[in-house]
């Protein structure tokens, strides 16, 4: 199975700042990756697809780049709707795995 | 708009089954896939598996088979997943979400607790 390794597990920042999650695929997975947004027991909203796509309605605050086999999701002028644990997810080959989760929480 | 309403919560003894459902509405379930996924409380997600609801064809995790049978009835527009042997381990949140690769649609979950 391809391991997702993502860092940092948590993380807290200030209003407006920038911050950066990172997930590193142990193999090749192309473009085949996503990040999902998820709240307090509430289900995933996915954010960025193809690692570099923006899904439908999602603030263009939000971006997502690769370089090589590290994917990273970028989230500018940091609000408080941001907190949450992000997770990104390869869908290059079954099964489907993910990382293990950002914990992003505001001073 | 596209919804998907999972069954309740659902407390079961070691050893038993149990049976998730998720009823979908405002789109064309017949000719969709349905994924499911295992979430504990404070992790990350596990991929079950995914059944294509047009000819109930299936893939799943290696993981999850023997644990884990998809189904779907056309007829109400409702996806199944049947947990057998259940153990301590087997507690989780389970969510059902449309599509096979990138997910925009969920159910909001099945809280399973396996207890005696």
């Known amino acids: 199975d391809i391991q997702m390794t993502q860092s940092p597990s948590s993380m807290s920042a200030s209003l407006g700042d920038t911050v950066t999650i990172t997930c590193l695929a142990s193999?090749?997975?192309?473009?085949?990756l996503s990040w999902y947004q998820q709240k307090p027991r509430k289900s995933p909203k996915l954010m960025i697809y193809?690692?570099?796509n923006l899904e439908d309605g999602v603030p263009s605050r939000f971006s997502g780049s690769r370089s090589g086999s590290d994917y990273s999701l970028t989230i500018n002028s940091l609000g408080y709707d941001d907190e949450g644990i992000y997770h990104c997810h390869q869908y290059y080959e079954y099964p489907y795995t993910f990382g293990t989760g950002t914990k992003l929480e505001l001073k | 708009q596209v919804k998907l309403q999972q069954s309740g919560a659902e407390l079961v003894k070691p050893g038993a089954s149990v049976k998730l459902s998720c009823k979908t509405s405002?789109?064309?379930?017949?000719?969709?896939?349905m994924s499911w996924f295992k979430q504990i409380p404070g992790q990350s997600f596990e991929w079950i598996g995914v059944?294509?609801?047009?000819?109930?064809?299936?893939g799943y995790n290696q993981k999850f088979k023997g644990k884990a049978t998809l189904t779907v009835d056309t007829s109400s527009s409702t996806a199944y997943m049947d947990l057998s042997s259940l153990t301590t381990e087997d507690s989780a949140v389970y969510f059902c979400?449309?599509?096979?690769?990138?997910?925009?649609?969920w159910g909001q979950g099945t809280l399973v607790t396996v207890s005696s």
């Open positions: 193809g690692a570099t």
């Open positions: 405002g789109y064309t379930f017949s000719s969709s896939y």
């Open positions: 059944i294509y609801a047009g000819d109930g064809g299936t």
């Open positions: 193999q090749d997975i192309g473009n085949y």
């Open positions: 979400a449309r599509d096979y690769s990138l997910f925009a649609y």
